[in-house]
């Protein structure tokens, strides 16, 4: 396995284990920890790198990036409400996916049909 692929795996076990040691501490710094940018680096390394730095791949890799952001707002806020309302783990996930799923769906339907 090349270091560029190893590298995201490794660094993703290692958000993992900091989120579960911390969120004994603070709830809030394990939620942020959670939700940091750490694949967005590793998976631009990696593109950029088969790419050999061509600016267009980057340019399309980061712009899909863009819209994979919406979906994942409305995962979060769904799971968010879910829990203030008590539900419990596996239909809380569940319901996160199908709110990104939704507006996912939402958003490719709106690309395809303005342009």
Known sequence: M???????????????????LIQRQSKAVAAVTATMPVTIPLTLWIVYSASKGDRQAV????????????????FVAAIWIGARLGVKLLPLISLGYLAWGITLGALLLLRRFSG
Not at 59 to 74: D, H, K, L, N, R
């Open 2 to 20: 090349k270091l560029n692929e190893l590298l995201p795996v490794a660094i993703s076990m290692v958000v993992i284990i900091l989120v579960a």
């Open 59 to 74: 340019e399309q890799f980061t712009g899909g990036m863009m819209s994979g952001i919406f979906p994942t707002v409305a």
